[in-house]
């Protein structure tokens, strides 16, 4: 059995001199066994193990349970719960602020995959630098389990009601629409999430995890396709994935039974394990594939679906400086008169 | 019969072949063609000229919601006197459009000229009306073999044949192509021409039979031609945007476009690279969304919209009052309800601006009247907005933000940029690492932020839309929320203080008549209390609030006088609702009078003297 990488080793403080708590956020108030706070913990665990700078991080999210989480970790960053869907275009404004934010969104699959799904689109669209998490429980919590887009197709509420409609798989979507780190993921699965998110923080472009976080009031029951026991059955990955620092990597041997390495943006790698797909997650045809396969025999396949390092970001098309906007001093913000004069003779 | 009237009869028809008297520097010429027909280059071309020459102009142009193929009408008044709001009379038409040319002829007082095209026959129309016939593609294809460009040039064809009859010096038309065409040198070349065989068209076929002419004046110096969006623009950048982000819509568009044109020359950094951020974005609620979130960040963040993308942005509005974010909105009003009539002129969203959103809210809006205030609005509303930590509009309308306008230049911002309360690392440092984000610690009900990415433990805080305590914490105790609210409330009276307060024109002692009105009415009010000095002998004194929330000199003007007539150029009196639900029975009954003119037309003076002369009849 090959080692695990030295990241994953539990450590007591981080590079910055941090302890796990110092990426805690408050009590969370979601039902007992909620995936979403799964989710939150390994938010936490791999901020920590990455060293991230808690104050360079800003937490986004729209409405909805999994909206509110970003309350339940990282209480040293600022946190912004705005409007129903709209989390995408907030996002987006903080970063063009202040592009030294480590963005992470935290939606839900009605805040993303229905009211929110024309900003999903444009926000992929442009690969603004953004974690985009969509906690997956296939139905409306917050306002007592009703169905979202996301159920699949004949699957059943506690109530017997039956979706009649297909779902909409995000992931699908998330490639279609030129996003550069899709990825699919179980909160019941924390060893791949948490190597998912730390290569999500490595990847300088849109991330998307869609990640089944399975709602235990109202959608854990037998006949739910979203359930944590549905998805332990059915838990399918498509390889095993580790995810490798920069700094690390010169410490590690290469391992056995490593088929592939791809190296992310600050330099660090997710190293693959085939399993007996044999699958190559930077081929966006095969990525396509994959996911109209999972649909079409309704499989739980999990992992890194697609990943791009060559396309550039939002930023990158704006010709941003490299200053934030926000900490622009007066000057540079404020042309001289001689300016107003020049543009006001150009009117005469 | 009266007096005037026989006086009517006698001159009409009959006399306007003999010697007319010169009206001189005093028209308005109208312009109907078709849009997409390129008639903008010549109708900008004819208005610069005038401009140069001295005298005060103005240009409005009526089009249609669509791109080619409807009828258009472009207005030039020229008054020596600065009077330059819509006229509802035309005295020189160009008569270009078959499908409107014979309503537009019928639409004429007696005595007016009518310059157009030979072949619609317009003269057996009316035997009042001085025509002008002329071939203006014949002529057009003396200039130019080419099919595709003889529709452009026959528009320059009427700027020579005006440049004759009205006398319009043409070394400033010159100039004015040069200007228009700048470095195109074969257009500038293409368009002299037309412009000559139309002066000589005149000079050999048509008899000057109308009174109105033009002569050079001294009235222009030191003045801009300019719209109130491309001057809003340009108050944006002097009041340092940095991130704009924006979706089409008309009237509204061309504030960030022109926006986009002047940073890109003007606020590039030391690597060259951008210090702004302009997005286009999907929608209106991203685009306010992404405004929001970048002043939640620090950047001076803005958008602009209209009365639709108003609508739609209503939501996060509601969030950025509550959660006590800057941001600035322009809202450049058109006619409503719905699609309304999107290419006409309102003020029509005074009330849904006001309190946009739902809940308890209500906004700070800027009202300017001139191409002046766009520009000094442009900047003093980013410090207003980050000063107060919240959404503050400015409600321009189309007249003022696409017609042009001449002015004064803009003056540079005569202070340095207000970034409001934020804490910085050091300020952190100081306060022993903690601070309450919406505690009211200087008693102006004005708290305290910081930026992400603040290097201080202390500096995070949670931003919701939410109930939430002085803490930022999530709650839903009735308590917090009553405190939070009641300070939003007082926050609202220091606004009171620190907005740009009404602008007052009383005489002393105050007359018994006073008229409030604000935005684009101010020329056509400044008009019309001229108008009923000289002609009738009514002193008018004049309030035009220039922000909301209204200053207690409002009240002291409606008290300190007994008829005070409310302009909207809206359906329901919306300033006076406003005025009302401000003020209840501190306004003594019978004051406030409501004049609502609301056709999409800009305002004119002719509606105001109509309205007080009949008033002061009554009153008398």
Redesign the interface.
């Known amino acids: 059995m090959p080692a695990p990488d030295a990241s994953s080793r539990p450590r007591k403080v981080n590079r910055l001199g941090l302890t796990p708590s110092d990426y805690k956020g408050k009590p969370s108030t979601l039902c007992k066994g909620c995936g979403h706070d799964a989710i939150s913990s390994q938010l936490i665990r791999a901020f920590f193990e990455s060293d991230v700078?808690?104050?360079?991080v800003?937490k986004?999210s729209g409405i909805g349970c999994s909206s509110k989480t970003?309350?339940y970790f990282l209480?040293?960053?600022?946190?912004?719960?705005?409007?129903h869907g709209?989390m995408?275009?907030?996002?987006?404004?903080?970063v063009?602020?202040?592009r030294?934010?480590v963005a992470v969104g935290v939606s839900g699959d009605g805040d993303t995959a229905s009211i929110g799904i024309?900003?999903f689109?444009?926000l992929v669209r442009r690969n603004l630098p953004l974690i985009y998490i969509v906690e997956n429980n296939g139905v409306y919590g917050l306002t007592k389990g009703q169905f979202s887009a996301t159920a699949d197709e004949n699957a059943a509420l506690r109530s017997g009601e039956v979706n009649r409609l297909p779902n909409i798989d995000l992931c699908g979507m998330a490639i279609e629409l030129g996003a550069t780190y899709v990825a699919r993921s179980f909160a019941g699965d924390p060893k791949q999430l948490v190597a998912l998110l730390r290569g999500a923080l490595a990847h300088n472009g849109t991330a998307v995890l869609d990640i089944l976080s399975p709602c235990v009031t109202f959608n854990n029951h037998a006949g739910s396709t979203k359930s944590y026991t549905w998805g332990k059955d059915n838990e399918e990955p498509i390889h095993i994935l580790d995810f490798v620092p920069a700094m690390d990597q010169i410490e590690v041997e290469y391992e056995e039974g490593t088929d592939q390495e791809v190296q992310l943006h600050d330099g660090s790698w997710v190293r693959l394990r085939k399993l007996e797909r044999g699958y190559d997650p930077t081929d966006r045809r095969a990525a396509q594939e994959l996911v109209l396969e999972a649909n079409e025999k309704n499989l739980f396949l999990t992992g890194l679906l697609y990943l791009d390092t060559s396309k550039r970001t939002f930023l990158d098309s704006?010709?941003?400086?490299?200053?934030?906007?926000?900490?622009?001093s007066?000057d540079?913000?404020?042309?001289p008169?001689e300016?107003?004069?020049e543009?006001?003779a150009s009117?005469? | 019969m009266s007096d005037k009237t026989a006086l009517v009869e006698e001159i009409a028809p009959s006399d306007i072949d003999s010697e007319p008297e010169r009206i001189v520097n005093d028209l308005a010429i109208q312009v109907a063609t078709v849009n997409g027909s390129g008639s903008q280059s010549s109708n900008l071309v004819l208005l610069r000229a005038l401009f140069r020459m001295g005298i005060p102009v103005g240009g409005k142009n009526l089009f249609p919601s669509n791109i080619a193929g409807l009828p258009t009408w472009f207005t030039i008044r020229a008054n020596r006197d600065g009077w330059v709001a819509r006229k509802r009379n035309v005295d020189y038409l160009v008569a270009l459009n078959p499908q409107t040319a014979i309503r537009d002829v019928e639409s004429l007082s007696p005595g007016s000229a009518v310059v157009y095209e030979e072949g619609l026959r317009l003269e057996r129309r009316r035997d009042d009306l001085v025509f002008y016939p002329a071939p203006f593609q014949e002529l057009a294809a003396e200039v130019t073999r080419e099919v595709r460009l003889r529709k452009l040039l026959a528009n320059m064809i009427y700027v020579g044949l005006l440049g004759e009859l009205l006398s319009i010096d043409v070394e400033e038309i010159f100039g004015a192509i040069e200007s228009q065409f700048r470095s195109k040198k074969a257009a500038v070349e293409l368009n002299r021409r037309a412009v000559e065989i139309g002066i000589r068209h005149a000079r050999e076929n048509l008899v000057k039979r109308d009174p109105f002419t033009l002569e050079r004046m001294d009235k222009n110096r030191g003045?801009?031609?300019?719209d109130g969006n491309?001057a809003a623009a340009?108050g944006a950048?002097?009041?340092?945007a940095?991130?704009a982000?924006w979706y089409p819509i008309t009237p509204s568009s061309s504030v960030v476009e022109q926006l986009t044109g002047?940073l890109k020359r003007?606020?590039?950094?030391p690597?060259g690279?951008?210090?702004?951020?302009v997005?286009q974005?999907?929608?209106e609620?991203?685009?306010?969304?992404?405004?929001?979130?970048?002043?939640?960040?620090?950047?001076?963040?803005m958008t602009a919209t209209s009365g639709p993308g108003i609508s739609l942005m209503s939501?996060?509005v509601g969030?950025g009052y509550y959660a006590e974010i800057p941001l600035v909105i322009w809202n450049i009003q058109r006619v409503g309800p719905s699609t309304g009539l999107p290419t006409r002129t309102a003020q029509g969203d005074i009330l849904s601006t006001y309190t946009l959103s739902h809940g308890d809210t209500k906004h700070v809006c800027l009202l300017p009247a001139s191409t002046r205030e766009c520009f000094e609005f442009g900047w003093k509303a980013f410090d207003l907005a980050e000063r107060l930590q919240t959404p503050v509009f400015v409600l321009s309308d189309l007249d003022l933000g696409m017609n042009i306008w001449a002015t004064e230049?803009?003056e540079?911002?005569d202070r340095?940029?207000d970034r409001g309360k934020v804490l910085a690392r050091e300020d952190l440092e100081r306060l022993g690492g903690t601070f309450q984000r919406y505690a009211d610690v200087d008693g102006d009900a004005i708290p305290y932020r910081?930026?992400?990415?603040?290097?201080?433990?202390g500096?995070?805080?949670?931003?919701?839309?939410?109930g939430h305590d002085e803490s930022a914490e999530?709650t839903e105790s009735e308590e917090a929320y009553v405190r939070i609210m009641t300070r939003l409330d007082r926050k609202f009276e220091t606004a009171r203080e620190m907005v740009p307060p009404p602008v007052v024109d009383q005489a002393e002692p105050a007359s018994p008549l006073g008229i409030i009105g604000f935005g684009s009415s101010d020329p056509a009010i400044e008009e019309a209390r001229n108008r009923l000095r000289e002609d009738a002998a009514i002193e008018m004194d004049y309030l035009r609030p220039r922000a909301l929330p209204l200053c207690p000199s409002v009240l002291d003007f409606i008290t300190s006088h007994q008829r005070v007539v409310v302009l909207d150029q809206n359906r329901d009196g919306q300033m006076l609702q406003l005025l009302r639900a401000e003020y209840g029975d501190r306004i003594p009954p019978g004051v406030l009078r409501s004049l609502r003119h609301y056709s999409g037309h800009p305002m004119d003076a002719q509606t105001i003297v109509d309205y007080v002369t009949e008033m002061e009849i009554g009153a008398a």
């Open positions: 700078r808690p104050h360079q800003a986004l970003p309350a209480n040293h960053s600022h946190g912004f719960n705005a409007v709209r995408p275009s907030v996002a987006t404004g903080a063009l602020a202040n030294r934010l024309g900003q689109v444009h704006l010709e941003l400086c490299d200053e934030p906007l926000a900490l622009l007066e540079q913000l404020r042309p008169p300016v107003l004069d543009v006001v009117y005469r | 003045k801009v031609l300019i491309a340009l950048m002097f009041g340092g940095s991130v982000t002047f003007y606020r590039n950094g690597d690279k951008a210090t702004y951020a997005v974005a999907e929608d609620l991203a685009a306010v969304g992404m405004a929001l979130a970048a002043g939640w960040a620090g950047a001076r963040a939501e996060f969030l230049p803009f540079y911002p340095p940029m910081t930026l992400p990415g603040t290097e201080h433990p500096a995070a805080y949670f931003t919701r839309g939410s999530y």
